[in-house]
C-alpha cells in the first residue's frame, strides 16, 4: 500500500497534471480556432467591459431572474461550486503538499470549515443526482455519463472527509482520495465538467453580444 501511496504522489501526480494542463490548453486553442473558422463573429464583437460585467453579475447569488427563479437550485449550485473550488486549493493538507515539493504556500481555510464546505458538496451530489432522476425535464436530457461525472465529484472529497477523521482504515481511505482526485483532474478536459473552463468564456461572448451588439442586459 505504501507503494502505491509514492506512485499517486510522484509519477501518478506528474501524469495527472501533465493531462490535466496538456488537455485543457488543447481544449482552449481548439475551440478558439473553431469560433474563428466558423464563427468569427464572437471574436470580432468581445467586448471586455461586457465581459467582465455579466461575468461579474452571473457571479454574484440570485443576481439574475433565472436564479430567483429557481432559489433552492441556485442556493445550492452555489455552495456546491464553492465548496468544489475553495477546499482543494486553500486546504492546509494540500498546501503542506505544495510548500514541499514546489516552496508554493496559499493561504489556508480552518480545518472546520473545510469540513462544512466537504459536507455542502457531498449533499449539493446527492441532491443533483436525485433531480437527474425526478425531475422530468432533467432527466430527458440526462445521459448514464452525468451521474458518473457527478460520482467523480463526489467520491474525492468523500474519501478524503474519511481520511481526515480517520474513519475506517486511514492509508485505503487517502489513497482512494487520491486516486479519484486524480482521475477527476484527468477527465475533467475531456467532458462536460470542461465547463470549468469554458464558462468564463461562454459568459464573456454572451454578455459581449448582449451588451455592445443588443444593448441589453443578459440577466
Same mark, same amino acid.
Given at each position: 500500500? #505504501?507503494?502505491?501511496? /509514492? ?6 501526480? &506528474?501524469?495527472? &497534471? ?13 475551440? /478558439? ?58 486546504? @492546509?493538507? #494540500? ?8 516552496? $508554493? ?7 472546520? %470549515?473545510?469540513?462544512?464546505?466537504? $459536507? ?8 443533483? $443526482? ?12 440526462? @445521459?448514464?455519463?452525468?451521474? %458518473? ?58 454578455? @459581449? ?9 443578459? &440577466?
Amino acid at each position: 500500500m #505504501h507503494n502505491v501511496y /509514492t506512485f499517486l504522489l510522484g509519477p501518478g501526480a &506528474w501524469i495527472t &497534471w501533465g493531462i490535466f494542463l496538456g488537455g485543457s490548453i488543447y481544449r482552449l486553442v481548439s475551440i /478558439t480556432f473553431l469560433a474563428k473558422s466558423r464563427d468569427e463573429v464572437v471574436l470580432r464583437y468581445f467586448n471586455l467591459k461586457f465581459a467582465l460585467r455579466s461575468i461579474l453579475h452571473w457571479s454574484i447569488p440570485f443576481g439574475t431572474t433565472n436564479m430567483r427563479r429557481h432559489w433552492i437550485m441556485t442556493f445550492i449550485s452555489f455552495c456546491f461550486h464553492i465548496g468544489v473550488i475553495i477546499t482543494p486549493i486553500f486546504l @492546509s493538507a #494540500h498546501n503542506i503538499l505544495l510548500k514541499e515539493y514546489f516552496n $508554493v504556500y496559499f493561504i489556508t481555510i480552518p480545518n472546520w %470549515v473545510a469540513d462544512i464546505l466537504t $459536507v455542502f458538496v457531498l449533499c449539493s451530489c446527492i441532491f443533483f $443526482v436525485l433531480r437527474k432522476i425526478f425531475v422530468r425535464e432533467v432527466r430527458f436530457v440526462t @445521459s448514464f455519463t452525468d451521474y %458518473v461525472l457527478i460520482l467523480l465529484v463526489f467520491l474525492p472529497f468523500l474519501f478524503g472527509f474519511l481520511a481526515y477523521h480517520q474513519w475506517f482504515n486511514y492509508p485505503l481511505m487517502l489513497i482512494l482520495h487520491i486516486l479519484f482526485g486524480e482521475i477527476l483532474l484527468i477527465v475533467i478536459p475531456f467532458t462536460r465538467l470542461v465547463h470549468m473552463i469554458f464558462a468564463p468564456l461562454v459568459r464573456a461572448y454572451t454578455g @459581449s453580444e448582449f451588451g455592445g451588439v443588443r444593448h441589453a442586459k443578459d &440577466w
